[in-house]
């Protein structure tokens, strides 16, 4: 069988809009060569040459986009959810830094990465953007790892030149930009993990790194991936060390790396005020909003809803370890949350998030950083999740919204049946390839 | 094998105070007629009487008192993680009610309340407060079922003889007293699921049904449940109808229905002032601190800090299906969460809740309003978890409290690997009673 050319049967969702939420029940999903090839609710409204096609019966079961993560930190994953009850100077400190410096260690970076490949396969996220490390070997390891899992990412060796610890600390702005250099000539051959220029935060980026960074971005056409106004003390310390910059985005924009041609996605934007907000639009920006994580480590809350309104790009990211949870399922519902607190607690005037909007935001929102991903309608990279119904199913009749809201809340992995990337499964411990989808196979659907 | 007689070998944490958590590594836990012998760091230091018990070996696993919930609303759990993005009104009128209103059928509450008792033997909580329906028959229903859980729970019929729906509301005080004397005359049995005089709160009373629930608490010598200061709007209603009360609490307080010789738990306090924070200082009244639901239905965020540094008894609870998780693990970590935010959205100075002080008010905090519960000191009953640690562990070696954040922060029911309440195994799905512990039973420890 093809899994590049087949068709799924099953109650389908996904976003149109940011407001917009489709919801077919009993329907049909396309795949051709990896791609939608469109929903038809009826077999006879599927065009002839897709009929031919396998069709997989996932009757009773949901089918939505792969969930797209535009922030982690691959090598926090080990400490999750340790060191919640610090602040972030201290968390940062005793725990982010110190680990991070092990990666140094190949083999160290081997067992951590494995075990996180692992998790994220068994996930419901099919797309992630990735901080690595310093060390051009472990992040290669990364690579490696994430590219045979049936993940699409991108990755990126971190660069840091100063304000930062002895052991993590690169020795200044041309080794760093050399070891970036000797990176992205190793890493050229990847076809599911692609790299992406990271500069840690302007705090730990010298002017000079950044100027090397830019040229390199366009010798290699480069996306870019940071940090932007996450907390106010960041903030202040950024308009002391860029005193020339306008903003805290400006302070990237002055080297040309803040969108225009470089794709370019923002984690956190807590704080961004208007001319930053101008700014982004202007250039196209993504912002990663981090609900979880910039509550526990005490940012505050992003006003996502003004961006969503400002017509900015905008996805969902775990910050894990910021973020305890790798699945975006969880930013979605923190994303809700979040939003009713800042209003109640009198920073905004903002409506809170709704259902469809982190819906979005977690699937196209953030899947047009990768291209036209996280969504069902033709022509779209075909990544889906077929779930089953977060158990104990409730003893009344529930509308396809409402069991798409059941698995936003309260689903984990173990709702996750199948899972598809460009149209072919993901390798994971419930599913393996060779086995095949986990649906009935019939060469057409029954009447 | 007579499971209320015998020890306990792992890693054992627990709460002395607050701020003092006891971490004792390959450790005995004695179990003596369903209460705890004392927590002992080597086998000849068991008192001598206790060392012909059996002994169950989880070594390498952790041990920590069963978790409290003192707050959850047994109807609404069908509908947990439905309208997350409503506000509370709406949420109440499109969700609540309406659900809570089809508990008249016994069929229906059956099938609910059985499923909701599934999951809470699953889960890692050993005793809850529930609040019911304002049905007799299905507050029976529910109370027998939990009865045979393995669980101590304390269950109340509701009260509500105005401004709720006409489907929910008891046509009057006398009527709604009577009700609840004859629910109160047929669950006298009951050795695991006790009565709790269960009032909606102060809008949905009048004066005319505190008035009698006040003789009924004082003739059957009943503790009492309630919802107290949740929300500002709900606050200036109860203001309105009740002027001559000095604060939300007092309007309790003056049917003595608000601590005292009343042993008193209010739900949610995320707005009580000073003269209520006093008057629940001097009257022994329970806070239920419920961090999710305060988000997740736009209350706000409670002072717990406050509350800890007034010496007021709290614990802290789901509020499903305000809260989305039954489990109190989920209620810390929101604890710690929401704490950091309070502080950063600069809604008081107060420092971040810790990890001692959320698994304190989880366990201790809470157990303390069933009695001696939630500690593993010498005398207090024997609730208990044997847990793994989640999933993929790190690589590198944790202290035993580094293992207990990673419970609290990232566990979920399949870490449960046995559950003790009352020095009893609790039947569920993974541990059947019949089978016995999961662990390796010796007459004597290894040497």
């Avoid at 340790?82 to 160290?108: I, Q, V």
């Avoid at 607690?345 to 909007?357: F, I, N, R």
């Amino acid at each position: 069988m093809d899994y590049r050319n087949f068709v799924l049967q099953g109650d389908i969702c996904y976003s149109k809009t940011a407001h917009s939420l489709v919801t077919a029940e009993h329907s049909f999903l396309v795949c051709t060569e990896g791609k939608s090839g469109g929903v038809f609710s009826r077999f006879s409204h599927i065009p002839r040459p897709y009929r031919q096609f396998p069709c997989i019966d996932y009757t009773g079961k949901l089918i939505i986009p792969g969930l797209v993560d535009l922030h982690m930190h691959a090598p926090q994953f080990t400490f999750r959810s340790l060191g919640m009850d610090l602040e972030l100077l201290e968390w940062l400190e005793t725990r982010a830094f110190p680990e991070e410096a092990k990666y140094e260690d190949r083999n160290y970076a081997l067992q951590a990465y494995g075990a996180l490949v692992a998790t994220l396969q068994e996930g419901p996220n099919t797309r992630i953007c990735l901080f690595g490390t310093v060390h051009v070997p472990a992040t290669l390891l990364l690579m490696d790892l994430l590219e045979h899992s049936g993940l699409v990412c991108m990755v990126g060796k971190v660069n840091m030149d100063r304000n930062s610890p002895d052991t993590l600390r690169e020795q200044d702005a041309a080794r760093s930009a050399a070891a970036t250099q000797a990176w992205l000539e190793q890493c050229g051959t990847y076809r599911n993990c692609t790299p992406i220029l990271t500069p840690r935060f302007i705090p730990s980026c010298t002017d000079e790194l950044l100027r090397r960074l830019s040229t390199l971005q366009r010798r290699y056409g480069l996306p870019l991936q940071s940090h932007l106004s996450e907390n106010l003390r960041e903030i202040a310390w950024v308009r002391e060390l860029c005193p020339e910059s306008s903003c805290y985005g400006d302070a990237y924009a002055r080297f040309d790396l803040f969108g225009g041609d470089v794709p370019t996605v923002m984690a956190h934007c807590v704080y961004s005020g208007n001319e930053e907000i101008a700014l982004m639009q202007r250039r196209g920006v993504y912002v990663a909003h981090c609900p979880q994580s910039n509550m526990n480590l005490a940012s505050g809350i992003a006003p996502a809803r003004r961006y969503l309104e400002a017509g900015l790009s905008m996805g969902l990211g775990s910050d894990v370890a910021g973020g305890v949870h790798t699945s975006i399922f969880r930013a979605m519902s923190d994303g809700i949350g979040v939003s009713k607190l800042r209003r109640c607690m009198g920073a905004g005037d903002e409506a809170p998030l709704t259902l469809e909007e982190v819906f979005y935001l977690g699937t196209r929102g953030g899947g047009a950083f990768f291209g036209q991903v996280g969504s069902f309608e033709a022509g779209y990279e075909l990544d889906a999740l077929v779930m089953e119904d977060p158990r104990p199913v409730p003893p009344f009749p529930l509308s396809l919204r409402e069991r798409l809201e059941r698995i936003v809340g309260c689903s984990d992995e173990r709702s996750i049946l199948m899972k598809y990337v460009r149209g072919l499964p993901v390798p994971a411990a419930g599913f393996k390839a060779h086995e095949g989808p986990r649906g009935k196979i019939r060469s057409r659907p029954l009447p």
